[in-house]
């Protein structure tokens, strides 16, 4: 991802109000990560496993942060138990920021990537998390203050999933 | 030493800490002795010991108490590694260790009744102040000054298999509303309210 663009994805999410990410590191976003180390706006919470991450942030959210959770197409398959169990089922919002590994408009795909990038989608619908897929920066502030709003109305995760431009 | 008997001395000691306990009988047996606002009783196994540490990370000037079981953080190993880098120095955590799996109703053996250490693995993921207890005047010899410390803290405490959880109430609460009674003691003792409450 072009830095101009990690850029206004983290203005855009602290001006969101998000103050909180947790997160395992992949490949096609993680520019994001120095610039939020370096903002005071955020707190990180570096986790090894996805599972952890989601666990975390719903606990950051009942205390009083807005919290994200960043992670690549997989994470939401290893999260998945606790996306259900936990967020879901207190009906807790987070923002999950997705960078769709493998997906189709995946501009550094490969047949590693390619299987479980393509069951993100049905993934997210079998899990019914609201989602939007993002492929450039159109909008990009706007969207993630969407997103926000509607998991905050929702009480429940929503994603953004990060496509196209960003896995340049 | 069983778990209630734990929970019994536990229980007069909370005052404004916030409790997180995972599912299993300490979720059963804490619910029946602590009617505390600040407890946030979880449906589930596996995720206790990491909403207590996002907990943690968001009010770090409060006290934070997990309840968790064996199989319970059996089950997510990996958060021993991550709440270990965190540095979180307002989280202690009970792990009641009865080496069984006592909701399958057929005593089926956790890892811990054969080859695994949960201390060990604790201090292995970089958690120091891990250690395990095994009588209950040690419980209580370690669970008080635990509870006056500002530092993460990991405490095996080796317990008898009970069915004392199915012999007492089950709580009544939803997890639901569960969520939203431990929301509104936060909101009255931190003076304001979940970012995403309040925008009906």
Redesign the interface.
């Given at each position: 991802m072009e830095t101009e663009l990690a850029t206004r994805m983290v203005t855009g999410l602290a001006d969101a109000?998000i103050n909180?990410i947790?997160y395992l590191p992949e490949s096609r976003l993680s520019q994001i990560l120095p610039l939020m180390r370096e903002d005071a706006r955020f707190?990180l919470?570096?986790?090894?496993?996805e599972?952890?991450a989601?666990?975390?942030?719903?606990?950051?959210?009942?205390?009083?942060?807005?919290?994200a959770c960043y992670m690549e197409s997989t994470g939401i398959y290893v999260s998945c138990?606790?996306l259900v169990?936990?967020a879901l089922?207190?009906?807790?919002?987070i923002l999950l920021l997705v960078g769709h590994l493998g997906g189709f408009d995946d501009q550094r795909n490969s047949f590693l990537y390619s299987l479980p990038g393509r069951r993100l989608i049905p993934q997210l619908k079998a899990l019914d998390i609201e989602h939007s897929v993002l492929h450039n920066g159109d909008n990009l502030e706007a969207n993630i203050k969407t997103a926000v709003r509607t998991?905050?109305?929702l009480?429940e995760p929503v994603a953004l999933v990060f496509t196209g431009e960003f896995t340049v | 030493m069983n778990r209630y008997e734990c929970l019994q001395f536990l229980a007069p000691l909370i005052t404004d800490q916030l409790i997180v306990t995972s599912q299993s009988g300490q979720r059963i047996e804490w619910g029946s002795l602590s009617r505390h606002d600040g407890n946030l009783l979880l449906g589930e196994m596996g995720a206790a010991l990491s909403v207590g540490a996002g907990l943690a990370m968001a009010l770090p000037h409060r006290q934070v108490i997990v309840l968790e079981s064996d199989g319970s953080v059996l089950l997510t190993l990996s958060s021993l590694a991550t709440v270990a880098n965190l540095g979180i120095d307002n989280l202690i955590v009970f792990v009641f260790d009865n080496g069984t799996y006592s909701g399958t109703r057929i005593s089926e053996p956790t890892a811990t009744r054969g080859k695994s250490d949960l201390e060990q693995l604790a201090k292995g993921a970089g958690i120091d102040r891990s250690m395990t207890v095994r009588k209950l005047e040690d419980f209580k010899r370690h669970a008080a000054p635990a509870l006056a410390a500002k530092a993460l803290s990991f405490i095996v405490c080796k317990v008898a298999e009970s069915l004392m959880h199915r012999e007492i109430p089950r709580p009544d609460v939803d997890l639901v509303e569960n969520k939203y009674k431990f929301l509104r003691y936060l909101q009255a003792t931190e003076g304001k309210p979940a970012p995403f409450l309040g925008r009906g």
């Open positions: 109000g909180f947790s707190k919470a570096p986790t090894a496993s599972a952890d989601v666990s975390i942030a719903v606990g950051a959210t009942l205390g009083g942060k807005q919290a138990y606790q169990v936990v089922h207190l009906r807790v919002p998991m905050n109305a009480r | -």
